[in-house]
């Protein structure tokens, strides 16, 4: 049996944190070859080409400071020359990269090849939702896997421990993702669900806003429990509505109650959402001063979930999801997230 | 048809809180006799017979001041004058009074009297755990519902938005339970699925030791809701071992991840063991100065549910509450907290 021949497709902050699990497992696991590829965007730090900082110190000096990477992670700036012969690809880019990388890819990779997605959140197109897994299963006609989980990409690389959840299509698929990241302090749960996984990655952002508003109006804990456990509820009927397949136990998976508990206290949605009530500063604004100009996820989706639900004509079925969006953005006053359900 | 007569059978902060919705509701609904006797320990308050102030102020100045019961609301002093010919009992007491309670009751409520439990926590004894609704069964032989949420009196009597849960074991008893207690701030769930609701409620508190334990040690949100989602996972295993028409559901539902998430974020649970950890004193000292002398339900039944669990030769299935256990009683470090999973 030839060996798996893994390759990163990324390198920021979660790809590096993600490359110090699957360099140190692939040298335990003889069902690997040692040397793991990682596509790096090439760029320069301090007038130094980052592959080559990475490759001699080891380090990702510029999107995970201060923790050394596997020495058996070797990055490569041609993304052709990193995927070559691959028979495991992780992705971990930002969506909008996937299809000029997919095309490039294709011709190289291995015919057996499976991958496996780390990048967070779903798309959207006229028709409704679409996974970032289906957009590389268009391109590049391989099974995917997704991964997802109540993780920070700092605090996994600094040991502390967490869990995740990869979803698969078929079994083998999902043991092999397991071997590549599972570790004591990242303890992976298996669900034969991909798209759960997923959309529960992009929503519990939607009901992380409505916990924000919660806070702002200091409606107490009670209130702000009830609120998640609708949101996860709803979160559950959507992925249902939209992808048949759904399995009920992935929301009690890392990827569903975990991921929302910690989004909903600990997350930039929620700290923004709660700005946004006390401040009355627009979204904008508070990307500026809060985010460093970064864009929010939850408002972009909860506007994707609204028209979608909209077009469908299903908006009743989501009274809270459809409440926070218009408390976000038709002006409704923010009392109304309890009034509306 | 007859009219349904409830009475409620306690009138401390939680049963004060629940007379509010229940007076309002039977008033509204043609189904139910409009006055609602609620059986009160009699006590002196300031000179004054407690049962007394209650009629005549309509507030219950003691367990729950500044909020008015309503006037259909009426006070007595004698149990059996309280449950004369109910068809309808509600159970709020500590559960120690049950026994006595029941044994006073049962010749005088109606033959066709069904009950639901409004108690927390579980009870145990040699054979395992014992649910307070079964207690309640064997003395008068009546169906029994169960009511658990993230509920905190206070906030309910002040209008704050609330879930809550109720479980029956025949649907028409759970539509009438919901019928008495159901508002549009204190929305109640039905499942069928008396067990969950209560073990629910009972094994939440030692969950949240864990949350503090966590808390104390800084070990930041992602471990931490890591930690309540396994001890989510327990609570069901735990739940299904011991009552096997268990509901997966029922963990969906405000007695099981919103109550989880409320008590490992705000409760007193959560608070002493982030002091346990954080001071070394022991659990008698912090209930002494935190709770000024009230006992922690989390301890009690940690240590209950652990001889459970060896007694039956399982503690291996049940690794997060088992260490729980340990760190709140062996002498554990709390760091093992992560490590024993």
Redesign the interface.
């Known amino acids: 049996m030839s060996l798996e021949r893994v390759a990163i497709v990324g390198s920021g902050n979660w790809g590096s944190a993600a490359s110090r699990l699957i360099g140190k497992n692939v040298q335990q696991n003889p069902r690997f070859e040692k040397q793991v590829k990682m596509w790096v965007y090439e760029e320069l730090v301090n007038g130094e080409k980052l592959t080559e900082i990475i490759n001699t110190k080891h380090e990702n000096v510029k999107y995970l400071p201060g923790y050394k990477l596997p020495e058996n992670i070797v990055a490569v700036p041609d993304i052709k020359e990193a995927v070559k012969g691959a028979t495991v690809l992780v992705f971990v880019v930002p969506h909008q990269f996937i299809h000029n990388l997919c095309v490039q890819m294709k011709p190289v990779i291995s015919s057996h090849c499976r991958g496996i997605s780390l990048i967070k959140g779903i798309d959207f197109d006229e028709s409704g939702p679409l996974l970032i897994t289906d957009i590389i299963k268009r391109e590049l006609n391989i099974p995917m896997c997704a991964l997802s989980g109540?993780?920070?990409a700092n605090?996994i690389a600094a040991g502390?421990?967490?869990?995740t959840t990869i979803g698969y299509e078929n079994e083998q698929d999902g043991e092999l993702m397991k071997q590549l990241f599972h570790d004591?302090?990242f303890?992976v749960g298996l669900v034969k669900d991909v798209a759960g996984v997923q959309v529960c990655g992009a929503l519990k952002n939607v009901i992380a806003l409505g916990a924000g508003f919660c806070d702002a109006l200091e409606?107490?804990?009670?209130?702000?429990?009830?609120l998640?456990?609708?949101g996860?509820?709803e979160m559950?009927r959507f992925t249902k509505k939209y992808y048949s397949n759904v399995k009920?136990e992935t929301?009690?998976?890392?990827c569903g109650?975990?991921?929302l508990?910690?989004t909903c206290?600990?997350g930039r949605n929620r700290k923004c959402a709660e700005a946004f009530v006390r401040t009355k500063k627009s979204w904008e604004e508070l990307e500026e001063e809060l985010l460093g100009g970064q864009k929010l996820q939850g408002t972009t989706t909860a506007k994707d979930v609204y028209l979608t639900l909209k077009k469908d004509n299903v908006l009743e079925e989501f009274p809270h999801m459809v409440t926070i969006y218009r408390i976000a953005f038709e002006g409704l006053p923010p009392e109304r997230i309890?009034?509306d359900?």
Request: with cysteine.
């Open positions: 109540a993780n920070i605090e502390k421990f967490c869990e004591d302090m303890r409606m107490g804990n009670n209130t702000k429990s009830a998640m456990r609708i996860l509820i559950q009920l929301f009690m998976e890392s109650v975990a991921d508990i910690t206290y600990g309890v009034l359900i």
